[in-house]
């Protein structure tokens, strides 16, 4: 079984400084691991993904996530928050031998200006 | 290029009506998804096409709910009788089918049932 876990519900950061959307992640193969934002009304859009290789992985609009297989973890990270980074994230998994993806609750993300 | 298109975007339906949610997925792509998402659950894979053919339906809450695809560019989701508990945004997504590969999601349907 494949699952994965996002710790908060919320997470507030202030415009201009880093941020970090924490996701978790249990698999019985090799993961492959994906990020997603949703803005109001709207659908999911890709951020980025880890297939294979660096454990830093650089997607759109200046996001980051760190693969880290010993703590089964992929946090997504941002070096400067912008206000309009404020959305929904999903972390979402899918195991080698699975073809569909498993979502996390999503982690509402509010950047104060 | 068009992303995946779902109509209609809103529904307001009286409790007992059938309602029909329609996809048309990204041109060459072959896999498509139907997910369901509320407050309280979050996002949930109701069922998953591969070239057409339903591969996992056990999401489908159930046997009020039915999908099909009758071609690679067209699926439907029907709902007869619908009920309150059914109101949610329904998201279909498409993808190569790689293992690897990213999902493209709609903007969604949002469905009331009074």
């Known amino acids: 079984a494949q699952s994965v876990a996002q710790p908060e519900d919320q997470v507030n950061v202030a415009e201009g400084n880093p941020l970090t959307v924490k996701c978790t992640y249990s698999v019985s193969g090799n993961p492959y691991l994906f990020w997603y934002v949703q803005y109001p009304n709207r659908g999911l859009q890709f951020l980025l993904k880890y297939i ?4 830093l992985v650089k997607g759109s609009y200046g996001f980051e996530a760190e693969f880290n297989k010993s703590q ?6 941002k070096p400067s928050a912008l206000v309009s980074d404020s959305a929904l994230y999903f972390c979402a998994v899918r195991d080698s031998g699975y073809s569909t993806l498993t979502f996390g609750k999503g982690t509402m993300l509010l950047v104060s200006p | 290029d068009a992303g995946v298109i779902q109509s209609p975007r809103h529904e307001v339906t009286e409790m007992g009506q059938e309602v029909t949610l329609r996809c048309k997925p990204i041109s060459g792509h072959n896999s498509l998804f139907w ?11 109701l069922i998953y ?51 690897t590969g990213e999902l493209f999601f709609g903007e969604g349907s949002r469905l009331t049932v009074l």
């Not at chain 2, 407050?39 to 949930?44: A, D």
């Open chain 1, 52 to 55: 294979t290789g660096d454990n």
């Open chain 1, 72 to 77: 089964t973890s992929f946090h997504l990270k």
């Open chain 2, 35 to 45: 997910y369901r998402q509320t407050m309280m659950r979050g996002l949930e894979l």
């Open chain 2, 49 to 99: 096409f591969n070239n057409n053919v339903p591969i996992d339906d056990s999401g489908m809450p159930e046997d009020r709910f039915s999908a099909k695809m009758p071609n690679a560019s067209f699926s439907t989701l029907k709902i007869q009788p619908s009920e309150p508990r059914d109101s949610a945004v329904y998201f279909c997504a498409s993808s190569l089918g790689q293992i």
